[in-house]
């Protein structure tokens, strides 16, 4: 577990990369998965749940007031914990990516009692803020920013400290197949990706056929190979 | 098709509505009844702005609309009722035979109570929104389609600290 | 606008979302912005106009964090030019729903799945894990911060005047070419990533995604009403479930 520090140093960076600051997108799973993996020793084993759970999160759209789940310290959690227990053995890519959609739907929840938080701040900073003090004002934002970061942290650590003993135990007695476990995880993600892309896109002119085009040129792709 | 979603969002046009419930229920078009909006030339610009190409804005006072929903509701596309306060929409209740309505956004401001993350009320609108429900419309909140759409007794019932 | 007011403003719009709360959502972030520039108003920092307007910027507001750079600018404008307080806080009421209406199109439904995919097809094709991000992170981020800089710069330039701004054809156009150029990129990264992932080929790839079809199709269908990540989760967790019981 040494690397349970600097993976919540990294789970607080990344996470707070979703909302506050920088919002320059290291927190999608893609990124932040592989980065994890990579701090552990496997950025490949790392950027396969990163991949898995990118497609999953394509249906999530973080609209500013609506509730939606915390990618970044998920993908961290997921990342490392499938890097740390070796991809080459059945089952790892699955619980990769199950510790990351827990971790990020508990995420979800935890970005709500930040905004609950940063609200009883502001509350209380009220009468200064209406005098016009500015530094009401960058104080605000600084203990937000530094809660958020706080959050994600804890978030991860909690996460993987919890996940990870399970996922190893999980994987001691895991049954299926390694094609057969990454087929399941596999098509439930492009079914997710595919719904999204199909909500997101088909109100354009022509997308459905730029979809289909797509799509062929994909399998030609794969049957040329 | 007809008004598939009559909504009171303090916001009027954001990514909630025109994203949110635009895309997965294909919406063509917004109704935006608003008094001030309506006799506003800027402020109808930038409504504009907010909405795709392919999506239609008209805007009307609580009055003018109460007199066209049903030719809205005639469309073969569907389409969003939407208005920035109970009051209007209580108008459209009262004499524009809407029968659902959405709470989708009402933030916070002085006066008012926090019941759900997404709706503050004074004592007043809890009132009106009562008031909508004996004029027999079914109100509920739910700010995503995803969410749990949240009736009106849960929600007058609800109270959380922001 | 002096130019290390603008890299301060530029600066503090990447952390405007930082006390992000139910109650006024960004607006303490806008005032937040906003500040290195009113320090120019009559009486400095300890005036009375710049009281009033770092008072009136940190009320409530709500818009895409991205676009809400447009907002900072002409807002900064109209209140060093002295525009009437109840003016400024209309104004700024009806920018906003659109701007988070164009951000959301453009950014959150276009831009950022566009590179998502992008990224995701790179993978499928076996790009390095590093070359991967890269294609991503630079790709998202060049749109990103001209996004922003952009914004803050229409906004100081035209004031109250800035709507006709959004007019701009790559944020009235741009979401729908975004969308069929995501709709052929996803067609593309789909079954090369199953491919990637998926050891193996034929049968076990072609069961995988018409299986995933079905899914989606019935997902779509729900409308939106279940959130895919959720199922997901409960159904891989309810096959991992059934792979350690068995």
Partial sequence: MRELLPLALLGGALGLDVVCFPQMMISRPLVAATIAGAFVGDATTGILVGATLELIALATLPFGASRYPEWGSAAVVGGAIAATLQMDRAGALTIGVLAGLATAWVGGWTLVKLRQFNAWLARRQRPALDAGSRGAVAGLQIAGLTADFVRAATLTAVSYLLLFPVSYATLGVWSFGDRTSRAVVMGLAIAVAASAAWTNFHSARGARWCFAAGLAVGLLVLVAR | MTLVLNRIDDRLIHGQVVVGWGQPLDVRFIVLVDDAVAESEWEQELYRMGVPPEMEIRFHSAADAATRLDEYRMEGQPGILLTGDIATMRALVERGGVRDVNIGGIHHRAGRVQHLRYVFLSEAEQEALRELATHGALVTAQDVPAARAIPLNELLGAREDA | ?246
């Fill in chain 3, 1 to 246: 606008m002096p130019a290390l007011t603008w890299v301060n403003v530029f600066s503090r719009l990447l952390a405007i979302q930082g006390s992000w709360n139910y109650e006024n959502l960004i607006g303490n972030g806008v005032g937040f912005c906003l500040e290195p520039v009113l320090r120019q108003l009559p009486g400095g920092t300890h005036g009375p106009a710049f009281k009033a307007a770092i008072s009136r910027e940190s009320a409530y507001f709500n818009a895409h964090p991205y676009l809400a750079a447009v907002a900072v600018g002409a807002l900064a404008r109209a209140e060093l030019s002295g525009v009437p307080a109840e003016r400024i806080e209309r104004f700024r009421t009806a920018l906003c729903g659109p701007l988070g209406s164009v951000g959301d199109r453009l950014v959150w439904a276009g831009w950022l799945p566009f590179c998502s995919l992008l990224a995701l097809v790179a993978f499928g094709l076996g790009a390095r894990p590093l070359a991967v991000l890269l294609i991503f992170l630079l790709l998202y981020n060049a749109g990103h911060l001209a996004l922003r800089a952009w914004g803050l710069h229409v906004g100081w330039t035209r004031g109250l005047g800035v709507a006709s701004a959004l007019a701009n054809p790559v944020l009235r156009q741009g979401p729908a070419h975004l969308a069929r150029a995501a709709a052929a990129i996803a067609g593309v990264a789909l079954p090369l990533t199953v491919a990637h992932v998926v050891p193996g080929r034929g049968s076990v790839l072609a069961v995988v995604l018409i299986a995933a079809a079905l899914t989606a199709a019935v997902l779509v269908r729900l409308h939106g009403r279940v959130e895919g990540y959720k199922l997901a989760l409960v159904l891989i967790a309810l096959f991992a479930l059934v792979s350690v019981a068995r």
